[in-house]
T-cell receptor, first 114, second 113 residues
Framework: NAGVTQTPKFRVLKTGQSMTLLCAQD?????MYWYRQDPGMGLRLIHY???????AKGEVPDGYNVSRLKKQNFLLGLESAAPSQTSVYFC?????????????FGPGTRLTVL | AQSVTQLGSHVSVSEGALVLLRCNYS??????LFWYVQYPNQGLQLLLK??????LVKGINGFEAEFKKSETSFHLTKPSAHMSDAAEYFC???????????FGTGTRLTIIP
């Protein structure tokens, strides 16, 4: 049971390049989330999904797109990277809507945009 | 909409001293409150959570937090700090039926030998 995994762990992009971050979970969780973490700003929600085939915008969705074609995977895409997207990106998953459910986090992807 | 405020972005305590990390929340409906810990270069890990019932919540690694509705607070404490407690701590809030967590800006805890 690997939990939540993220690929890649590190990436350096040039402005204007595109990339996709992959999040995978093997816990059969319904809900999945993408956050970015920046110094002094905590975690901010980018997009999330409440089930296979669904996505919704979070707090800071601009410049990002997501897809949840399979229940276990949640992809985060940057179509044209900008230096402001330099950040650490975390994926999380959650079983469902029970008040007892917690979010499980992946180890993060450190992205630098030059 | 709900929010949390963590007072103090950096806290330093001596090994063996009391740890107190402050969190105040804002919510128009009964909140669910969480503390997460992040060790260097790792993801977040749940320390403890308050949903309903007993207002004093015990978590992992000797941490506990008390939900005080009158003070809109959910401060995190540990009686005796250990070097391994050095990490960043995040308070978060949610409400029933909301699939999203709202995080505070974090408090970095440093333990002085």
């Amino acid at each position: 049971n690997a939990g939540v995994t993220q690929t890649p762990k590190f990436r350096v992009l040039k402005t204007g390049q595109s990339m996709t971050l992959l999040c995978a979970q093997d816990m059969n969780h319904e809900y999945m989330y993408w956050y970015r973490q920046d110094p002094g700003m905590g975690l901010r929600l980018i997009h999330y999904s409440v089930g296979e085939g669904t996505t919704a915008k979070g707090e800071v969705p601009d410049g990002y797109n997501v897809s949840r074609l399979k229940k276990q995977n949640f992809l985060l895409g940057l179509e044209s990277a900008a230096p402001s997207q330099t950040s650490v990106y975390f994926c999380a998953s959650r079983l469902g809507t029970s008040i007892f459910d917690e979010q499980f986090f992946g180890p993060g992807t450190r992205l630098t945009v030059l | 909409a709900q929010s949390v405020t963590q007072l103090g972005s950096h806290v330093s305590v001596s090994e063996g001293a009391l740890v107190l990390l402050r969190c105040n929340y804002s919510s128009s409906v009964p909140p669910y409150l969480f503390w997460y810990v992040q060790y260097p270069n790792q993801g977040l890990q749940l320390l403890l959570k308050y949903t309903t019932g007993a207002t004093l919540v015990k978590g992992i690694n000797g941490f506990e937090a008390e939900f005080k509705k009158s003070e809109t607070s959910f401060h995190l404490t540990k009686p005796s700090a250990h070097m391994s407690d050095a990490a960043e701590y995040f308070c978060a809030v949610s409400v029933r039926g909301n699939e999203k967590l709202t995080f505070g800006t974090g408090t970095r805890l440093t333990i002085i030998p």
